[in-house]
């Protein structure tokens, strides 16, 4: 198999550090569960989904390797797990909640179904096969954690995630390219046979996300989505 360019083994290799800092930040969420004596059922799905997460950045080492990149991923300790704010515990796990598990995993899931469609190199087919059918179980746990939330403090849990969702779904928007001189949302063969997309994708697919999915599971769940809109 002919070696791409470089920037696909770069860009799988940013998945690897992408996907072992998730799994370092549900298992600092996974503890905080625990100190908040959360069911037991949610717990364990936390626990499943670290050693998903360290799957997939094996798998996506193993991409980034047969796309020619050779180099170590660059884990920044810091970045390996969840930091306190001054607030009650059960409050920066409501935020994690909502911001890491509900928004993220759950836009991540048509994100990799995209990444997948036209996908043909071996390793990084396997890869998103099992991210695309993991990361559905995710985006259903963070859901089913912040029913959970909502369930043990009603009132006060829904009102701190409609006062925090504006500015999470500015940090969103901006990690997923709004505003950026992107290029129009085409993808080179190559790219595409190695899972790559444009960014100018990331963000169509984020907007069509908080339409479909986010406003309609807020609202669901009683709470006011309209901090999804820009």
Request: charge should be negative; charged fraction near 25%; aromatic fraction near 8%.
């Amino acid at each position: 198999m002919e070696s791409p360019p470089a920037h696909v083994g770069e860009e799988w290799l940013r998945r690897v550090e992408a996907e072992y800092t998730s799994c370092a930040i549900t298992a600092s969420f996974v503890q905080w569960l625990v100190r908040l004596a959360a069911p037991p059922e949610l717990i364990r799905d936390g626990l499943r989904v670290v050693d998903d997460e360290l799957e997939h950045a094996t798998l996506s080492h193993v991409v980034a390797r047969d796309a020619g990149c050779d180099a170590r991923p660059d884990l920044v300790q810091e970045s390996l797990g969840l930091k306190r704010h001054d607030v009650p515990l059960w409050l920066d796990g409501l935020w994690t909640a909502v911001e890491t598990f509900c928004l993220g995993e759950t836009v991540a899931v048509p994100l990799f179904v995209a990444m997948r469609a036209a996908c043909t190199v071996d390793s990084a087919r396997i890869a998103l096969d099992r991210i695309v059918r993991d990361e559905v179980r995710h985006r259903d746990f963070g859901w089913a954690c912040l029913d959970w939330f909502t369930q043990t403090r009603p009132d006060e849990a829904r009102l701190q995630v409609e006062r925090a969702l504006p500015d999470m779904m500015q940090r969103l928007r901006a990690n997923y390219g709004q505003g950026a001189d992107a290029p129009a949302a085409k993808t080179s063969e190559t790219d595409a046979r190695w899972g790559l997309l444009p960014i100018a994708r990331y963000a169509e697919i984020l907007e069509r996300c908080v339409q479909r999915d986010f406003v309609p599971r807020f609202e669901t769940l009683g709470i006011d989505p309209a901090g999804c809109h820009p």
